[in-house]
């Protein structure tokens, strides 16, 4: 219960239907909210001010590319990765791979996302 107190404060989780003054009710969306909020902060390793960006993109009525930029934006380099780019500078082969998996990860989470 904390958590999702902490989320409706960091603007992450809307508020549900309160029924009294100690007791709140959440639907479905909430749900599925919570669970890409969860999902995006322990798997994705997001922070929360980068999943609050995330989930505004998700919110805006942007196109599938626009979307796509703001959550591979927000996605943390492994370490190996960033290592990689700075052996092999921007213009690397290395690098230009891992801006690939990177992408590729992007896009296998906004479709698992749905």
């Known amino acids: ?13 809307p508020e ?3 029924l009294n003054p100690t007791t709140v009710e959440y639907d479905e969306e ?9 999902f995006l902060i322990q798997l994705g390793g997001l922070s929360v001010a980068r999943t609050r960006e995330v989930l505004e993109a998700v919110d805006r009525p942007l196109d599938a590319f626009e979307t796509l ?6 996605l943390p380099v492994p370490s190996a990765e960033t290592n990689e780019r700075k052996d092999e500078g ?6 230009e791979e891992a801006s690939c998996r990177a992408a590729a990860r992007v896009e296998a989470l906004i479709a698992t996302m749905g």
């Open 16 to 18: 549900g239907r309160a």
């Open 90 to 95: 921007a213009e690397g082969t290395v690098g």
């Open 69 to 74: 930029g703001v959550v591979h934006h927000a």
């Open 1 to 13: 219960m904390a958590t999702i107190k902490y989320y409706r404060r960091e603007g992450l989780l």
């Open 30 to 38: 909430h749900i599925q909210r919570l669970r890409l909020i969860r």
